[in-house]
């Protein structure tokens, strides 16, 4: 969400005259001023988990040293932490010059006009209407593939999660506006499109395609778009009916992406995660009798409020049960204003990175174990991008959505071709036409 967010403001600031310019990071300049010489920064945040906050108030702190020098430096901050902690940034970083909520990405441009010319700290921080902003102008990284936000916000109760605070009560865009939207990309060259939303599965549209499996059903009409993959998933809206909509339609990609977080049902029950860790596996059972080529990734948090070294081992027990082609695993940490503030943060953050450490050791000898079934199998994949060292290699996606690098003499940028796997380098599959 935040990336597609990004490419909507890069968009409208070039619409409106901005130049935008590559990370430091990726300029060969590392060492550089983080601002790569901007003149604006503008920041889009994500307030999940607090690591991701402390690298923002690390930036700002190092932007801020760099205004001290260059005091026409302007830094904004957009996405959720403007939304979690609102105008009392300002008073945090009296450097920091404006604040865009994530409903008002379309005021960027005036707000920096503005600051410019007055230079007062200004804010755009609506409260109602939908986070979701359609552009042609979005700044895509590729001419292929679109991200395609569906829905925003959130109704579960999570008690560890701060969606709900800071994107809202769920809202989705009716299914006719969003088939539209795909026609658009589509005409443009577009031929994967990646569904967004918070909870996607759990999206809501008009009375034609009123439910998610049958958004999908729509979009598999259109004629030129030739995959359409979509995330995040809860598991409580992972239902037969989407299972057996997968399974009929190559179009949707065989990766599924269903947050388990925890493998006791102790702590799904305090984490209110809706469902049992039996109720989960029954689920990602009937996914994989349906759909068999399915390739299945998790969230896994460690250290929640009152995981014992039982539950912990439950979790353990989870990763080497379902066997998942890939998991994300996260140390826990209380978000402000969540129901889980109130619940004690009990696991030391000792045990929390011992846990967090196990599991994913655990998890990356089962990925790797899961990447080798695939050598010598003939895959399809979407070829994306050409290598940017080796010429006549080229980056494509398989249907799970596993990287595989193939050598090719013709550019096949944008089509679908046939790839035996052959090797693996860390992650990622090396393959040959077949
Ligand atoms: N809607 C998804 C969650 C998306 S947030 C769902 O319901 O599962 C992405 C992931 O961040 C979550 O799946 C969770 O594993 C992790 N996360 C969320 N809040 C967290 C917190 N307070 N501490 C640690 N990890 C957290």
Known sequence: MNVYDSQVAAGLLEKAGFEVIREPESTGDPKGPLSGGADVVIMNTCSVRDHAEQRVWGRLGMLGVEKKERPDLILGLMGCMVEEHGDRL?????????????????????IIGDVGKNRAQAAAIGKSGISIEYSEFTKRDSPFHAWLPVMTGCDKECT????????????????????????????????????????????????????????????????????????????????????????????????????????????????????????????????RELVPDVSITTDIIVGFSGETEEDYLATKRSLEEIRFDGAFIYKYSVRPGTPAEKLPDDV???????????????????????????????????????????????????????????????????????????ALRHETFLGEVV
């Not at 070829?383 to 080796?390: G, I, L, M, Q």
């Open 348 to 422: 030391s953050p000792g045990d929390k990175a011992l846990r967090n450490n196990e599991l994913l050791a655990i998890q990356r000898t089962i990925t790797d174990e899961k990447n080798r079934e695939n050598l010598g199998k003939v895959v399809s994949a979407f070829v994306e991008e050409a290598h940017p060292e080796r010429k006549g290699e080229w980056f494509a996606r398989t249907d799970q959505d596993r990287r595989i690098v193939f050598p090719s003499l013709a550019d096949l940028r944008g089509k679908f071709v046939r790839l035996r796997v052959i």
């Open 90 to 110: 300002f008073k945090r970083f009296p450097q920091l010059d404006f604040l865009i909520g994530t409903r008002n990405v379309r005021d960027l441009p005036t």
């Open 160 to 287: 560890f999660c701060i969606v709900p605070k800071t994107r809202g009560a769920e809202v989705s865009v009716p299914a006719d506006k969003v088939v539209r939207e795909a026609e658009r990309l589509v005409s443009g060259g577009v031929k994967w499109i990646t569904l967004l939303g918070q909870n996607v599965n759990s999206y809501i549209g008009s009375e034609k395609g009123n439910s998610f499996p049958g958004l999908l059903e729509m979009l598999c009409h259109i004629g030129d778009l030739e995959r359409i993959s979509f995330t995040t998933s809860h598991p409580s809206d992972a239902t037969e009916e989407l299972f057996q909509m997968i399974a009929k339609n190559p179009k949707i990609s065989r990766r599924f992406h269903l947050p388990l977080q925890s493998g006791s049902d102790k702590i799904l029950k305090r984490m209110k995660r809706y469902h049992t860790y039996g109720e989960y596996t029954a689920k990602i059972n009937r996914l």
